[in-house]
Each structure stands twice: as structure tokens, then as C-alpha cells.
């Protein structure tokens, strides 16, 4: 079982960038797919993005454009880098696998206020 742990987060403008980190351990990462998923107040997690063990990547269309989603093989890591931020982005921002089979982190706060 893949277990994550988020990074990154933090209070930015309007039109800023945050880059997020998720931190993976198990030996299935590899092969497995990760997804980037955010839950804000009152509403139910979505998944944003996802990168597949290849690289293929797939996009929630609220993001496209904005954010880019990248894996580091080597160091069990994948990226969120969100660039263009709008209010609407404001969210705790947590990974795990497109099925959701792993247990949840903490997640990462993300707030984008003036």
C-alpha cells in the first residue's frame, strides 16, 4: 500500500504560483498511478489531476492550463505545480492513487487571497 505525504502549501495573491509535493513510500509507486486531489470548505473532493506510471497526465478543466502535474521516479515524488492561482483555488490539496486506495494525509493547505 502506497502511503503520501503533501507539501508545499501556503497563502498566495491572485496570479501567483505554489508548487505542491507528495511524498510517496511503497513499493508500488512505481507502477502506480498518482493523483492530486482538493477538497474545499462545504464541498467534496475532487480529483485535479492525475499522471499515470508513464507520464500521461489528465486535467479537471478548471485547471487546464494552470496547473502541471510531474512525477520524480527516483525520489517517490510528485509535483503540483500551479501556476495563474484563483480564489476558487483555495483548498486543502492531498494525493493518493485514481482509485483512492490508499489512507488519506493531512493534506497541504492552499488559500489564494489578497
Known amino acids: 500500500q502506497v502511503q503520501f505525504v503533501e507539501s508545499g502549501g501556503g497563502l498566495v495573491q491572485p496570479g501567483g504560483s505554489l508548487r505542491l509535493s507528495c511524498a510517496a513510500s511503497?513499493?508500488?509507486?512505481?507502477?502506480?498511478?498518482t493523483g492530486w486531489y482538493r477538497q474545499a470548505p462545504g464541498k467534496q473532493r475532487e480529483l485535479v489531476a492525475v499522471?499515470?506510471?508513464?507520464?500521461?497526465?489528465n486535467y479537471v478543466d478548471s485547471v487546464k492550463g494552470r496547473f502541471t502535474i510531474s512525477r520524480d521516479n527516483a525520489e517517490n515524488t510528485v509535483y503540483l505545480q500551479m501556476n495563474s492561482l484563483k480564489p476558487e483555488d483555495t483548498a486543502v490539496y492531498y494525493c493518493?492513487?485514481?482509485?483512492?486506495?490508499?489512507?488519506w494525509g493531512q493534506g497541504t493547505q492552499v488559500t489564494v487571497s489578497s
Open positions: 511503497g513499493r508500488i509507486f512505481r507502477i502506480a498511478g
Open positions: 499522471i499515470s506510471s508513464g507520464g500521461s497526465t
Open positions: 493518493n492513487t485514481p482509485t483512492r486506495a490508499s489512507p
